[in-house]
């Protein structure tokens, strides 16, 4: 493992400052690819800190004695889908449930370092955990609407914030959730019918619009299709597509193809460190590290 | 392993066709096949026996439900009641429907050759106050003569259900030979009926089988439940939702945990002991009252309504709270919107079931008091009460024969109760669900 990691370092300084064609196939777009700690970064464009919807510095998170998360600087930028890549157990997750402080209420949890969304540090005292999840939405891995009907669970969250005036212009919210979620014309006559009646995918797409339904600037998925089949997940897939028109998406995944297919940008974990990021083709094209090497050939996940 | 391709017998030599493995095979087969038949037969032990109590119960109590009237034609005679139809002694109406059962009986008014009071005993203590009211209700009926059933004394009653052995020596029987006579002549004119025995439920205790209810009881066990329903299951409810979801998990709470585990399991005696020594002589509550029997009886149910809403709320799958907090609710708001409507079929379940074991419940009851004789129902939570169970328990030392069959009857009132609330509790959670 040392020789492996100084070998690399030889070959990072070695790229350090130089300009990379990852698919040499004249592509315009070009990464100069640096390294910091852990991390190897591809950089496209210099990024200012004031256009980025959310950035992360220096983010450890420990449960108890396990050091969960080592250190993540991260940046996310406004209407791109970032994929947090891994194999099981690397921190993807857990860093994912740190972007919208759902790590809080988990016994034995600290999480040190700089969150910030719009600049605004959500781990502040004085920034409302509310504002937090009200602002960055989220769905989880498996489908999980609430036992109730499909108008209630898209209804949820507009009521809890006091979001919309009479019923309707709820009814408008929940139609138009439904609209952009791609489940409207499936479920326009049975609106009153129990959520929990849909099939796994539609369930997922029920979470996805009640999600939406307190227009969020940035949704979080945790691996949103790990319990669907093929045609739901591509369904999904091609709606996260259309979302990022709109919203700003950070998805977790372990499928390299999906990544491909859906994210702009990547973030490999490993065992709680960020190993590599940059855009979607320069980390599995041309993967500097030795571990995401190894992940995207197949070796290891 | 060597051993089992050396004994195979098939060419192949392959392991599955060996003779040891068709035996292991065989020795799994037998073990489910005796898994399975033991459980059948302890299911059916269990029936057998639940069958044994029921068909003792019926069997024996089902003729408590029944009463026996006798036909009368009574002359509400003006000579005897007098004139002022507000102001008769109700030993008038004795008088009166004694003189039916002359009549009845062919016996001429005036008794020569016979005693009076065997006549009255005939019919039951309770006649001549219905006569009496009637009378109050209707004063128009001095004077007139009616055709009326009237229950006959316990004894009757008991003859006449075949339950007392008449062909034993006159000393030993509770009917003498005279009244074993009139009885046969009743019985032969037709005039002896049984009819189903509303007062059951709408008459209270008596010292007579024949007039004896359980009106009071069921009030008493009532006021008991609601007292208990409308304090053990929000406090339980509270405890079970701050416990689950609020409570930091550290030795504090893991004591509590403990504890109450504990208090689910503590004999019912003993809380009426505390009952007793907290209630009725710290607090003051009154003797025998509502008031203290439902509260010892909340006391009881508390943990184990507890434990209930607990499970139920801990059977809420995480995803919902998660859900409900993604979408940036509150802790408080997730709870109360999502997880606690999601286990709340689970706690009424819970809860139904912990009333009907308060409603079971006696040993605490006689404790605070609860065994005096209490002829009516109570007025208020401070009044003087009894309750289903009690009833029974006193009916059952009663020494009168018609109080065996009434006890029988008041056990089979308190199961209908139980499996009124238990199917409730049953319905409710399907109505919950299919809501869902």
């Not at chain 1, 209407?79 to 857990?94: F, R």
């Not at chain 2, 209270?204 to 008991?224: C, N, Q």
Request: hydrophobic share 40%; charged share 20%.
């Amino acid at each position: 493992m040392t020789d492996t990691t100084t070998e690399m370092d030889g070959n990072v300084a070695e790229l350090r400052n130089t300009v990379r064609d990852p698919k040499g196939q004249g592509d315009p777009k070009s990464y100069r690819i640096s390294k910091d700690g852990e991390t190897t970064r591809h950089e496209d464009a210099a990024w200012a800190d004031k256009d980025l919807k959310m950035y992360t510095r220096d983010v450890h998170v420990h449960y108890g004695d396990n050091h969960a998360i080592k250190g993540v600087s991260v940046d996310v930028r406004p209407n791109e889908v970032l994929a947090l890549m891994g194999p099981s157990g690397c921190g993807k997750s857990t860093f994912l449930r740190c972007l919208n402080r759902m790590n809080d209420p988990v016994p034995n949890a600290r999480i040190d370092g700089t969150i910030a969304l719009e600049g605004e540090n959500i781990y502040d005292k004085d920034y409302d955990v509310v504002m937090v999840r009200l602002r960055i939405g989220m769905v989880a891995q498996a489908p999980n609407p609430f036992p109730k009907s499909i108008y209630e669970n898209i209804a949820f969250g507009p009521r809890l914030h006091g979001l919309t005036d009479g019923k309707e212009e709820l009814d408008e919210v929940v139609e138009n959730s439904l609209r952009r979620a791609g489940l409207w014309e499936e479920v326009k006559d049975q609106l009153h019918q129990p959520g929990t009646n849909l099939s796994g995918g539609q369930q997922q797409r029920l979470c996805i619009a009640r999600a939406i339904a307190n227009e969020p600037e940035v949704i979080l998925m945790d691996e949103p299709c790990s319990s669907l089949d093929p045609v739901s997940t591509n369904t999904i897939e091609e709606l996260i597509m259309e979302l990022k028109k709109s919203f700003t998406v950070v998805i977790v995944t372990h499928d390299m193809q999906q990544a491909e297919r859906v994210s702009d940008r990547v973030a490999y974990f490993h065992l709680g460190d960020l190993v590599e990021v940059g855009p979607t083709n320069a980390v599995i094209r041309d993967a500097q590290d030795q571990r995401t090497k190894e992940y995207v050939s197949g070796h290891i996940g | 392993m060597t051993d089992a391709t050396a004994q195979g017998s098939a060419p192949g030599g392959r392991r599955i066709d060996s003779d040891a493995f068709r035996s292991r095979l065989a020795t799994r087969r037998r073990k489910g096949a005796i898994l399975k038949y033991s459980g059948l037969i302890a299911i059916c032990i269990a029936l057998a026996i639940l069958g044994t109590l029921l068909f003792s119960i019926v069997s024996q109590g089902w003729q408590g439900f029944l009463r026996t009237n006798v036909e009368l034609e009574i002359t509400y005679n003006e000579e005897i009641i007098g004139g002022d139809a507000e102001d008769i002694p109700s030993g008038a109406f004795q008088e009166i429907a004694r003189n039916g059962l002359q009549k009845a009986l062919g016996l001429p008014p005036e008794a020569e050759d016979y005693d009076p009071s065997d006549l009255n005993a005939l019919i039951s203590s309770g006649v001549r106050y219905d006569l009496q009211q009637a009378v109050r209700d209707e004063p128009e009926l001095i004077g007139r003569t009616a055709q009326l059933s009237v229950p006959v004394s316990s004894t009757m009653d008991m003859a006449y259900k075949g339950k007392l052995n008449l062909d034993v020596d006159e000393g030993r029987r509770q009917l003498s030979n005279q009244q074993l006579e009139w009885f046969n002549q009743l019985q032969d004119d037709g005039r002896l009926h049984s009819e189903f025995y509303w007062g059951l439920f709408s008459n209270s205790d008596s010292r007579s089988p024949e007039l004896a209810g359980l009106w009071a009881g069921i009030v008493g066990s009532f006021v008991m439940i609601g007292i208990v329903a409308a304090f053990a299951f929000p406090i339980a409810v509270a405890a079970a939702v701050y416990l689950e979801e609020f409570a930091p998990k550290n030795r504090w709470t893991e004591l509590v945990e403990v504890n109450i585990n504990n208090l689910a399991a503590v004999p019912s005696i003993i809380f009426g002991l505390l009952g007793l020594a907290v209630f009725l002589n710290t607090l003051g509550f009154p003797r025998s009252s509502p008031l203290a029997g439902g509260a010892v009886l909340v006391l009881m149910t508390l943990p184990i309504i507890i434990i209930a809403a607990r499970s139920a709320l801990r059977s809420v799958p995480p995803s919902y709270r998660d859900g409900a907090l993604m979408l940036g609710a509150s802790r408080n708001q997730a709870v109360m919107k999502t997880v606690l409507p999601t286990a709340l079929p689970g706690m009424l379940t819970g809860t139904i079931i912990g009333l009907a074991q308060a409603l079971g419940e006696t040993a605490p009851l006689l404790l605070i008091g609860m065994q005096a004789f209490v002829a009516a129902p109570p007025e208020g939570i401070n009044d003087t009460a009894t309750a289903i169970p009690v009833q029974i328990y006193l009916w059952a030392n009663a020494p009168e024969r018609g109080f065996a069959e009434k006890t029988q009857a008041a056990i089979m009132v308190l199961l209908m109760f139980l499996l009124i609330m238990n199917a409730t509790a049953i319905i409710l959670r399907n109505r919950f669900q299919k809501r869902a």
